[in-house]
T-cell receptor, first 110, second 115 residues
């Protein structure tokens, strides 16, 4: 299983962009990279995923390094509702098992 | 994406007793998973529950302690048996999409307190 490394915590001011990094240097060539977030007292929710190319959706953007050993989740304008723990998760190469790392706790300051 | 209903949302149980947690999905799904989240910690995978076969448990989790049923493609249960205070955690079920690479759905969790 690919191991991930994320900062324990980050802070951002409201309305500013946030870049959440993830190192996954042991990822296999066929693992998708998923990002989830867990709001207080809720189960994790899907944010975005990608394989090789950068991806955008209504919630965020995902920038994947060319060597795929790291990725960055980009929240373009952080709001107070984005305060959560963010997890990057390689998808296990077809095993369908998600192994969660420690994640990054994002604090958004008003 | 699938919608999951997980019950109960919380419970307080006496040590030595058992609690069964239910996970109901609004569509048929092949793969379901059970996770534990201890206070202040990340999620730990307990087991994979597939319909028609025994659950596959991760290291550190055994069937006698966490029996799982998967009677059909929309429902699963996790039982926490012979509970001790160390079992106080949030337990979550999750389902995988049928097409690999897309987002998983998680239940809102069952907050269990053992006294």
């Amino acid at each position: 299983d690919a191991k991930t490394t994320q900062p324990n915590s980050m802070e951002s001011n409201e309305e500013e962009p946030v870049h959440l990094p993830c190192n996954h240097s042991t990822i296999s060539g066929t693992d998708y990279i998923h990002w989830y977030r867990q709001l207080p007292s809720q189960g994790p929710e899907y944010v975005i995923h990608g394989l090789t190319s950068n991806v955008n959706n209504r919630m965020a953007s995902l920038a994947i390094a060319e060597d795929r050993k790291s990725s960055t989740l980009i929240l373009h304008r952080a709001t107070l509702r984005d305060a959560a723990v963010y997890y990057c998760i390689p998808d296990g190469g077809g095993t369908y098992k998600y192994i969660f790392g420690t994640g990054t706790r994002l604090k958004v300051l008003a | 994406s699938a919608v999951i209903s997980q019950k109960p949302s919380r419970d307080i149980c006496q040590r030595g007793t058992s609690l069964t947690i239910q996970c109901q999905v609004d569509s048929q799904v092949t793969m379901m998973f059970w996770y534990r989240q201890q206070p202040g910690q990340s999620l730990t995978l307990i087991a994979t529950a597939n319909q028609g076969s025994e659950a596959t448990y991760e290291s550190g989790f055994v069937i006698d302690k966490f029996p799982i049923s998967r009677p059909n493609l929309t429902f699963s249960t996790l039982t926490v048996s012979n509970m001790s205070p160390e079992d106080s955690s949030i337990y979550l079920c999750s389902v995988a999409p049928d097409t690999r690479g897309w987002g998983y759905t998680f239940g809102s969790g069952t907050r269990l307190t053992v006294v």
